[in-house]
């Protein structure tokens, strides 16, 4: 009666099993198939029927077999009696790959492509079960965890918080951080959120700081505050900076400094100078171009030699400014024309030399005084330029211009003290610190220079300073749209091999991994392959799979090609993950599958709102490691008279000894259309207009020449019309800058901003205002990119303030730019690139100026018409406005 119990008989079935095959062998291998499901109270046994028409058309009808009269007075009948579990044992459900292409689509079924990638060893749950989580394991392992705690009456908290602890999901602890991770996904695939998962659980479960870098000028920061909030129930460990903040304030993070190296870090001197001026070189290579920098050895040479002269131990200081840094390249300059003779004229040597006890300095420095005034001027010239360059970033010079005095240095914890503001790297290195630095407000490049100058801070500090020894401590950085960082000497040279030594972790956010390499594959193959090999943790999204990436990817039963069909595979928000080897001479894991972890509650996308505090924890963080120009700890004295020579010979205009010269084939004629590219996109050339394309300059016939040689980039507009940009090596060559009269952009331009305000400013000028590019108002840090006022020749008497603008799909920046034209007398007027554009200002826009219909926005003209909002009163497209300037 038990047994009968356990059959469930109410829930019962007859089966009958039949299988057709083309091959004898084939239909006789089957009948002892399943002769292993045989019970206690029954068994199987196969029979072969041969070719029996009658059954297999049974079959195909789904027919079953009853006894007949004989086989019911027996045991042995040709059905089964099963239940529920039993009826299991004899289904199969073949892949999907097995079916028809045809028959796929219909089954609802996943390509092998597609299925989990399961765990080869449930070891490795156990290894990475506690730290930073960065996702669940598609697997089929039972999840145990138990039954879920409440920790809060918000419902979306506890499944956030109950996500941590089920079996199944994989994190990083800080032994793991310190082998580097890099997370790769196309846009829209949930990179953000997982990187916000990422900081909270490492700030939630791991000692240290986490710091983020954010150049996207999205709303990351601010949602990682709320975020932060709901999960911590407060922001007390948050700073929030801005680059630059409110008035121009800069964080404090001295670079020309050997003190944190010397004393707080105990290296030698001569050391620690070598360290900051590989650094300064660095930086340098990201701004001018590692081609440009390299190829004129004897300036770096006198570049180099100068930095040692200031550090001299007898002679000089522990610290300067970039200032002084450029006034002793100018009194370099200036007295040392003046040599002819190094014996004779050694007064002139001794005013021109910096003082030093380096012999090998001094000499090497005389050594450049003893050349001909021309070839000397052109060496310096090249020197004053890798100084001057920086100061196209008036961010960036106020940064490297932060001193601290003797008198804030503290012997006794061979650290600054705490009465000046400055980015305080030693009490946020030994801190629980979340540390989110918003550069988003920067064009991409200047964003670029001041992550790799941040980068160069925190090495010197992480060099310098003691760290907690604890297994779980690690300084999480994580940089988003990295790409172009990870090419930067700093990284893959330093601190991806050398971070460990230090507890130091860097995430990479980009794109794709290949992205790395850029627009010079061979010059940044290196970067690439260091990159793929010092970053132990790949988390790969839905992308593109280059061979490098594929081959370091493991899995046993897989090759490259099945791996790159498995990542073009994967889901939004699905992940391969590559996890770092357990140990020495420890397994190494298969890449696995990875879910991401929900949206963290708080998060703007999530059900409720919370107030990120974001403008509060602003001013707490400027106050506490931003200065002002203002500040006594910015020199702002310093090599003020930095102009280069004093001569008004065109011979003597600053030119890197390797120049343009140097290529065959190269005459007046070019150097000409360079000068005439930079007045077309500054202050104008006679004769031209900026609507046409650029072929109509005079010369123009050589730049194709210099598109080769690498001093113009080509760029179109409109019906193919041709432009030109100048490159930082033809900044080298002329002397010239992208700056007109009335100042430049924050930042770099792109080429098309500065035609879309070209245009603009030629549209209204056109029209009889009188325009002002660039304009700041008296007083006020906040820049426009073209203030128009009225004449009495204007057609009304409406001051026009401008912004042009490329990423409209930027919806914190273009409202935040809404509000600042918002705020000033005058109609906004916004110029953008196309239609499409037009579209997405609108849309970003919208709770400020309400929904406007879509068919209006079809026509610049229609839409300006019915736009009567603040911050925006009429908007232009960049090729619309090239058409019109032609009508007039």
């Known amino acids: 009666m038990g047994q009968i119990d356990l059959k469930d008989p109410s829930h019962t079935y007859n089966v009958s099993l039949r299988a057709a095959a083309s091959s004898a062998d084939t239909a006789r291998n089957l009948q002892d198939s399943l002769n292993q499901i045989s019970g206690k109270f029954y068994s199987i046994e196969g029979n072969y029927l041969g070719t029996n028409e009658a059954e297999y058309k049974r079959m195909l009808n789904h027919g079953l077999t009853y006894p007949n009269g004989l086989e019911s007075w027996t045991r042995r009948k040709p059905l089964l009696v099963c239940n529920i579990d039993e009826l299991s044992n004899f289904i199969t459900v073949p892949s999907i790959d097995s079916l028809p292409k045809a028959s796929r689509g219909g089954t609802g079924g996943m390509p092998t492509a597609q299925s989990p990638l399961t765990s080869p060893n449930e070891e490795v749950f156990k290894e990475f079960s506690k730290g930073m989580t960065i996702g669940h394991a598609v697997t089929a392992l039972r999840d145990d965890s138990g039954a879920p705690e409440q920790i809060s009456t918000i419902e979306s908290k506890n499944e956030w918080w109950d996500q941590l602890k089920t079996r199944d999901a994989i994190t990083l602890s800080s032994d793991h951080l310190t082998q580097h991770y890099i997370r790769a996904a196309t846009t829209g695939s949930g990179k953000t959120v997982a990187t916000l998962n990422d900081m909270l659980t490492s700030h939630n479960d791991l000692e240290g700081p986490t710091v983020l870098i954010d150049p996207k000028d999205g709303e990351m920061c601010e949602n990682y505050l709320r975020c932060h909030r709901t999960l911590f129930g407060n922001l007390d460990d948050v700073e929030y900076i801005q680059i630059p903040e409110k008035n121009g304030m800069v964080p404090g993070m001295p670079f020309f400094d050997l003190r944190p190296l010397t004393k707080g870090g105990g290296r030698s001197r001569e050391t620690a100078k070598q360290d900051i001026i590989d650094h300064y070189f660095q930086i340098l290579r990201f701004v001018l171009g590692k081609k440009t920098v390299e ?206 030594e230090f507890n130091l972790s860097l995430g990479l956010i980009m794109q794709y991994p290949e992205q790395v390499l850029g627009d010079n594959p061979n010059d940044n193959r290196r970067a690439y392959k260091e990159i793929l090999n010092n970053i132990n943790t790949k988390i790969i999204g839905n992308v593109a799979t280059d061979d490098l990436l594929a081959e370091s990817l493991f899995h046993e039963d897989l090759d490259n090609d099945e791996i790159k069909d498995r990542i073009a595979g994967l889901r939004r928000g699905e992940w391969i993950v590559q996890l770092p080897s357990t140990g020495f001479h420890k397994q190494k894991p298969e890449i696995l599958t990875l879910r991401p972890l929900p949206i963290p509650p708080g998060h703007n996308a999530g059900p409720f709102n919370v107030n990120s505090l974001a403008e509060n924890i602003r001013s707490r963080s400027r106050e506490r490691h931003c200065v002002s120009r203002d500040h006594d700890a910015i020199d702002i004295d310093s090599g003020v008279n930095a102009g280069g020579s004093d001569s008004d010979d065109d011979d003597d205009e600053e030119n890197d000894e390797d120049s343009i010269e140097d290529n065959e084939g190269y005459s007046e004629e070019h150097k000409m259309f360079l000068k005439l590219v930079f007045d077309a996109l500054t202050d104008g050339v006679n004769g031209y207009h900026i609507k046409d394309t650029m072929k109509e300059l005079p010369y123009s016939e050589t730049a194709k020449d210099l598109e080769e040689w690498g001093f113009l980039e080509k760029f179109e507009l409109g019906n193919r019309q041709a432009y030109y940009w100048p490159t930082d090596e033809a900044g080298v060559i002329t002397g010239k800058t992208l700056a007109p009269r009335t100042g430049g952009e924050y930042g770099r331009e792109s080429p098309k901003h500065r035609i879309g305000v070209l245009l603009i400013k030629a549209h209204y000028d056109e029209l009889g205002y009188e325009t002002h590019m660039y304009y700041s108002p008296d007083g006020q840090e906040k820049k426009f990119d073209l203030v128009a006022e009225p004449t009495a020749e204007s057609p009304d008497d409406r001051r026009k303030i401008v912004e042009v603008e490329l990423t409209p799909e930027h919806k914190r920046h273009v409202v935040d730019d809404s509000i600042k034209l918002a705020g000033e007398y005058g109609d906004a007027i916004w110029v953008v690139e196309d239609i499409e554009a037009m579209r997405q200002l609108l849309g970003s826009l919208t709770d400020q100026i309400g929904y406007v219909e879509a068919t209006s926005t079809t026509n610049f003209k229609k839409t300006s018409d019915i736009l009567d909002a603040d911050g925006i009163q009429e908007v232009f497209g960049i090729n619309k406005l090239r058409d019109e300037l032609n009508d007039m």
Do not use: C
Request: no cysteine.
């Open 295 to 500: 190829q004129a050895f004897v300036a770096n040479e006198i570049l180099t030699n100068l930095i040692k002269a200031l550090f001299d131990s007898e002679h000089g200081k522990d610290y300067f400014s970039i200032g002084e840094l450029m006034e002793a390249a100018q009194e370099f300059q200036k007295h040392g024309k003046e040599v002819e003779n190094v014996d004779d004229d050694y007064d002139k040597v001794l005013e021109a030399i910096p003082r030093t006890s380096d012999t090998q300095v001094t000499s090497i420095l005389e050594s450049h005084l003893e050349k001909d005034v021309r070839q000397f001027m052109n060496t310096t010239d090249a020197v004053l330029n890798r100084i001057r360059k920086l100061k196209e970033r008036d961010f960036i010079w106020d940064m490297l211009s932060f001193t601290v005095e003797d008198e804030y240095w503290n012997d006794d914890t061979n650290w600054y003290s705490k009465e000046i503001p400055m980015l305080d790297m030693k009490s946020i290195l030994n801190s629980n610190k979340v540390v989110l630095i918003d550069t988003g407000s920067l064009r991409g490049a200047s964003s670029e220079v001041f992550t790799v100058l941040f980068l160069s801070h925190l090495w010197t500090a992480a060099q310098s300073i003691w760290t907690p020894d604890n297994d779980e401590y690690i300084t999480n950085v994580i940089i988003e749209e990295s790409a172009n960082i990870a090419r930067n000497e700093i990284v893959y040279r330093e601190l991806l091999p050398k971070g460990r």
